[in-house]
């Protein structure tokens, strides 16, 4: 069963753009990741938010985290071409260093 | 600094066949993962390791055995191949959290595996 679903599934938006994906969890958890695939190619972490955190920003990148609500968004601002691929949320929620993934937001940003 | 190696990087398999992919990593890391990816399904752990000499079941183990060879290498085998296993199969390590905190998992470029 997935953890973490990503909304939405699909998101298309022109270069310069910013782009938001969130991602909805069912667990409680000690901290979440985001991570990128560019298509055929395996994943890349991005950015590690952890429970006690509300917001974390990494260059381009600003994740927030509700635990609350149990939610997570990825914000990319100033979108390039070269950020087109698949966006997931990862966390933990039986502990230890297991991930459980989400199915995935697939940008794509258009010249 | 390679990473996170796979070997191979394509295979066909006809029904019944086995095989074993190769994982390898160079970081030093404890935990190693296999997961596979299918349309739609996001990654899905089939087994892992969290250190050499030890492995577990993750969410989809049925089909597969695994064998953590020294702290480098972690294999995947799949005994009879069956269609339902087509999909790309990802090795993944990573090393031991800090203070309780869990750090980032490092992936292989993949295996595209069709069984027909």
Redesign the interface.
Known sequence: SQQGEEDPQALSIQEGENATMNCSYKTSINNLQWYRQNSGRGLVHLILIRSNEREKHSGRLRVTLDTSKKSSSLLITASRAADTASYFCATSPGGGNKLTFGTGTQLKVEL | NAG?TQTPKFQVLKTGQSMTLQCAQDMNHN?M?W?RQDP??????IY?S?SEGTTDK??VPNGYNVSRLNKREFSLRLESAAPSQTSVY?C?S?G??LA???????????TRLTVL
């Open positions: 996170v935990s993962y997961y739609g399904m996001g990654l899905r752990l892992y969290a993750g969410e990802f993944a990573s031991d959290g309780g905190g869990y750090n980032e998992q490092f992936f292989g470029p993949g």
